[in-house]
């Protein structure tokens, strides 16, 4: 029998908003993470891949509650990149 | 207090018509005695020789109606507010059209001023909408 690796990812949907929309490109985007990796990680790996992010300030929210980046991601989980908020 | 969840975005400009109708259904609420009401309104900035034409409203939808909920809930219980009422447009609203429209009704009128600013700052700082600025000439800018 083949031997199989067993590679646990977990599925992450990536929310953006205001002018994070433009750095991105997209307002979602679904991606493949490890397991157990949190929002540090993934923040740096956003951060390697559009490097112009590091101009602009903004919060994440898991799930529509805005986090530490500490926190651990599970699969299916929502992140949202939220710019300073601009209502009224 | 508990009231319930109430709808706050709304698609396009809040007509002075949906205003108008708001106040006459309180009417009937004749325990009310101040009507305390803020009308955020799209304001033709002028940057560079540009004029603003219109703004374009986006928000993340389900967690902003739940900041609009932790508002409302707050606000009734720090202030004696008979009824309350919040909506906040999306999408685009002209120079010139009401983006936001804050209604506090109580019996006497200190508080209904007092819970009106408390409820407007609130929205500005903890509701996650932002807006892009559409300019005459084809630019724009995200605020």
Redesign the interface.
Known sequence: MKSKQILNTMKIKL?F???LT?VIGAQEQMIDMDDNLDITYLNLDMLARYPSLSNFKYKI?LN??VVNKDQKLKDGDEV?F??P???? | MTKKTHTVLVQGPVTPVFISDSIAKHSGKTEIGAHAIFLGQVRKDNKENNNVINIEYSAYNEMAENAFHEIREAAFLKYPMVCMHIYHSLGLVKAGEISLFVFVSCKHREKSFEALQYIVDEIKANVPIWKKENYEDGVYKWI
């Open positions: 929310l908003f205001g002018a433009d929210a529509k509650i949202a939220l710019p908020f601009a209502g009224g």
